[in-house]
């Protein structure tokens, strides 16, 4: 294939806007923001069941202590009468006797169960620490997230200038080139995967960096300006500069 040799050189400054693009792109796909995203989204799960569970264990323990509560007032309600009773005279010996045991099982029934409520009252002093610890946790991993994707957006608003910018180098200097020689380059583009062009630099292809040498060097040095050179390699247009050594 011929083509001009300065349309040639133009593909040269076509590559470089592909690897900018490229760059960008593989940026985009692998932005440090995202995990950083993700590690506080991950977070806030864990800091959001932790609460889920500490408040229903505060809950769990408000209601226990009303039950038993309510269970000291009866005991309370029950050695009242059994006192009335005794204060009242009515009672007789043997009736006075057992209200005597009842009243004093009742004072020992009593006295467990306010232990039993003091103890409670202890475990939901734990309980309302956790919660506050998980309630502070999930705070803390909200504002991450929000600082994280407000530099995230930043970073792709950034990428976005950024291959917009090199998106019109891109066009306007493929607008230039020769359409025939345009579709190689871009053909090559895709089979590669990013460039469709490189130069000869000291006799090695700066696509992918193998060295020519026997027939092909010769090739290359006895080619006519015009004609276009490919990398057996790779397969680019390789692009002949001042510095390709020659
Ligand atoms: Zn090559």
Do not use: W
């Not at 009243?103 to 020992?108: G, H, N, P, T, V």
């Not at 910018?165 to 345009?182: F, N």
């Amino acid at each position: 294939m011929q083509a001009d040799h300065f349309d040639q050189q133009k593909l040269l400054a076509l590559a470089a806007e592909d690897v900018a693009l490229a760059q960008l792109a593989h940026r985009r796909r692998t932005l440090p923001e995202n995990a950083a995203v993700s590690a506080a989204e991950e977070a806030q799960r864990e800091f959001a069941a932790d609460v889920v569970r500490a408040e229903t264990e505060v809950r769990d323990l408000d209601r226990e202590q009303k039950r038993i509560e309510a269970d000291v007032e009866s005991v309370r309600a029950r050695s009242a009468r059994d006192q009335q009773r005794l204060d009242s005279g009515a009672a007789t010996p043997k009736e006075m006797t057992s209200l005597q045991q009842e009243m004093a099982s009742l004072a020992r029934r009593q006295g467990d169960l306010e232990d039993q409520v003091l103890e409670i009252m202890e475990r939901r002093e734990a309980a309302d620490a956790t919660l506050a610890t998980a309630q502070a946790g999930l705070a803390g991993a909200r504002a991450d997230q929000a600082a994280a994707e407000q530099a995230r957006d930043a970073a792709l608003a950034e990428i976005a200038e950024g291959e917009q910018e090199h998106g019109a180098k891109r066009a306007e200097v493929a607008g230039t080139v020769s359409s025939p020689l345009l579709a190689v380059y871009e053909r090559v583009a895709t089979q590669t995967g990013s460039t469709g062009a490189a130069a000869l630099h000291a006799r090695r292809c700066e696509g992918c960096r193998i060295e020519l040498y026997g027939t092909e060097l010769a090739a290359a040095r006895n080619a006519d300006p015009h004609t276009v050179l490919r990398c057996e390699n790779c397969n680019r247009i390789l692009v002949r500069t001042a510095e390709s050594g020659l």
